[in-house]
C-alpha cells in the first residue's frame, strides 16, 4: 500500500523472530545485542541467515546507512 520495496528494507530487532519476518518479505535482517539480543545470539536457529549482528542500535543504523552507501 505504501510502495515499498521489501529488497531496499532492513528489519532490525533483539530476537531471532524479529529478523525472520523480515527476511520473509525480502528484507535484510540484523540482531542487536540489546534487550534479549544477547542471549538469542547464543541460540542461533540452524540455518538462520542474518545480514549482521551489532552490539547497539546505532551500529546496526550505521551498517544500514553504510550497507546502502556502497550499493549507490
Do not use: Y
Request: with cysteine; proline share 3%; glycine share 12%.
Amino acid at each position: 500500500d505504501l510502495g515499498l520495496d521489501p529488497t531496499r528494507s532492513w528489519m532490525i530487532g533483539d530476537k531471532w523472530h524479529d529478523v525472520q519476518v523480515g527476511q520473509r518479505v525480502g528484507a535484510r535482517g540484523i540482531l542487536v545485542r540489546t534487550g534479549w539480543g544477547r542471549l538469542e545470539e547464543e541460540t542461533r536457529p540452524a540455518g538462520q541467515d542474518v545480514f549482521a549482528i551489532c552490539d547497539t542500535l546505532a551500529d546496526a543504523a550505521a551498517v544500514v546507512l553504510n550497507a546502502d552507501r556502497s550499493v549507490g
